[in-house]
Structures are given as C-alpha cells and as structure tokens.
C-alpha cells in the first residue's frame, strides 16, 4: 500500500513538536523567543493553530538568535542557516525536523521546519529607517535574482537543487547580514521584525516575553501582542474571507 502524505492537521502536529523543542532549548539556555506573524495570530484569536495554516513562524532578538546558530545542536533537529548551511536561501533559519521529508527527484529533502526569524535593532528616526531599509533590499533582491536563476538551472538539471551552494547568493546573504546587524538590538529604542517586510516599530512592543495557550502548550509572546498584531493586521480578530483561509504550502510530507 503506498504511504499517504501527512494531512494538514498531522504536518501542524508535527510543526508543534519542533516548536516544544525550540521552547525547551531556549528555556534551558536563557534566549528569548516570540511566537510572530500567523502563530501569534493563532495563539490569540484560535488558541492555537489558525485551522487553514500550515506553517509556524517565531522571532528571536539578534543576539539571541545568533547564539541559537552557534550553540544548537540534536540528533532529531537541524538549524539551517546561511551560516551552517551554504546552500541555504534566506536570512532567517529554519528548524527542520530529521524525520520528515518531502520527495525531491531520488532524494530526500528535510526542509520541514519552522521558520527562525530575527528581530533587529533599528535607527530612531523615519528617514534612516528607511534608508536602512532600503539599503538592507539591495542585496535582498540581488539575491532573490541568483536564487531564481538557481531554481531554473536547477529545472533544467543542470545545478542540484537545495544540495549545492551558490556562493554568489550567499556572498549577497551575508552582506544583508551584516546591514541588519549595523544596528545593536539590546540599545536600540526602535526594531525591525524581519520576515520579509518593511515593518518597524518601538521594542517596548516585543517588551519582556509571557506565555500565551497554543494548542496544549503555554509558549513565549510580545508583551504587548496586541500592539503587534495590529501593526501587522489592523482588526485581527476578524476573519479573512473563505476564499482566502487557503494553505500557502503545496508539497507533500512523510515521515520516515
């Protein structure tokens, strides 16, 4: 009989574990971490996972995360980065558990994860924000542009996918790393949550993290979530149309 993929609901199961696993880490080891984006979201209006999503998103401050990348290590998760990983795509991680993968080709991809992402700090004012923002995009874009050209070497065999580096886009990686860096978290009054927007506002929102229920767990949270969550979404407690409450994820999972 052939094995069937994991169904949303078990991949959210799956996703949860990783989560336990990263708030049992980070508790043990003293960093702070956020529930962010469509998690938050959940953990306040579903009390757990929003029914349509399939995929879970955390924030950690700069240099919480960077001592995550360096010290972290299992037997059952891997943290990818662009530190560890030269193959890896995005300035952010991603921990992935070592039981799930997806088909790629003959091989096995372990990707399954939940996205790391990292909270930096951010000039005072609006106009250098946005210059450091926009200086922040040049190289997010140069490497947008390498990583399509990748993806199309990769469709016509000729680059293996995920499984080889291409140093050029991690050369663009690590010069994004070093602008989001310019500006220390710890002194600075105002961040920039970095999941792929443009979105900055005072620390004292993120503030010193509390728990909130997310399905049968009790995980860290902004202090001031609602202030986050309404930056982010405006009325978030009103749900999206129907024909929006899609997933955003289409590859199949299977445990090994």
């Known amino acids: 009989m052939e094995e069937q993929p994991l169904s949303l609901r078990e991949r959210q199961l799956e996703y949860l574990k990783i989560l336990k696993?990263?708030?049992r880490y980070c508790t043990e080891k003293g960093l702070r971490y956020y529930m962010g984006c469509g998690t938050l979201l959940g953990a306040v209006r579903h009390k757990g996972f929003i029914p349509w999503d399939d995929d879970l998103d955390v924030f950690m401050p700069r240099p919480d995360y960077m001592r995550l990348v360096k010290e972290y290590h299992s037997v059952d998760y891997t943290l990818h980065t662009i530190y560890n990983d030269k193959a890896h795509a995005y300035?952010?991680?991603?921990?992935?558990s070592n039981h799930i993968y997806t088909p790629m080709g003959r091989k096995k991809d372990?990707?399954?994860?939940?996205?790391v992402y990292v909270i930096n700090g951010a000039?005072?004012?609006?106009?250098?924000?946005n210059k450091h923002k926009d200086d922040t995009q040049v190289y997010i874009r140069r490497k947008t542009k390498l990583l399509t050209f990748r993806n199309i070497l990769a469709k016509r065999n000729l680059w293996p996918y995920k499984n080889l580096a291409f140093p050029l886009m991690n050369r663009e990686l690590m010069k994004a790393e070093m602008e989001f860096a310019?500006?220390?978290?710890?002194?600075?009054e105002y961040i920039w949550p970095y999941g792929g927007g443009r979105l900055n506002m005072k620390k004292e929102n993120y503030g010193t993290p509390i728990r909130l229920q997310f399905e049968d767990g009790m995980f860290l949270a902004p202090e001031h979530y609602h202030e986050v969550l309404t930056l982010g979404y405006g009325d978030y407690m009103q749900l999206p149309p129907e024909e929006k409450r899609i997933q955003s994820h289409a590859s199949n999972f299977y445990r090994i």
């Open 110 to 115: 372990f990707s399954f994860g939940i996205d």
């Open 21 to 23: 696993e990263l708030d």
């Open 123 to 129: 000039p005072s004012t609006r106009e250098e924000q």
């Open 91 to 96: 300035n952010f991680g991603r921990l992935c």
């Open 182 to 188: 310019k500006y220390d978290f710890d002194s600075s």
